[in-house]
């Protein structure tokens, strides 16, 4: 158990749910770069209309602290009308564990 928590600290789940429209994708993902954070693994769709994305990330090399890119994350959201959550690896997966 020690080691699954040393392998998944400073990770953190990114999620984004809204309505499609051209640029998403780029911003996002611009901030998480200008931050240095890594991403490890992403997934996006497209269902009727509606943008999906979740992506996997290493904040371990980046050069901010959780809540400031939090908050500008949320910024974001707010400028492109979606939803952008960022939660810790290990309090998704205790949210989420069935």
């Known amino acids: ?4 928590t040393s392998s998944t600290s400073g990770r953190a789940v990114v999620t984004v749910l809204g309505d499609d429209r051209s640029g998403i994708v780029a911003a996002v993902t ?4 200008r931050h240095g954070a890594n991403i ?6 497209i ?4 943008f999906t994305m979740t992506m996997l ?9 959780f809540s ?17 959550t960022m939660q810790r690896e290990e ?6 564990r069935l």
Request: charged share 25%; aromatic share 6%; proline share 2%.
């Open 47 to 50: 269902l009727q209309g509606i």
């Open 68 to 84: 400031d890119l939090q908050s500008e994350l949320d910024e974001l959201a707010r400028e492109l009308g979606v939803q952008v």
């Open 1 to 4: 158990m020690a080691d699954e």
């Open 30 to 33: 611009g901030v998480l770069a």
């Open 57 to 65: 990330i290493d904040l371990a090399p980046a050069q901010t602290d």
């Open 40 to 45: 490890l693994d992403i997934s996006q769709t």
């Open 91 to 96: 309090v998704f997966k205790f949210m989420y």
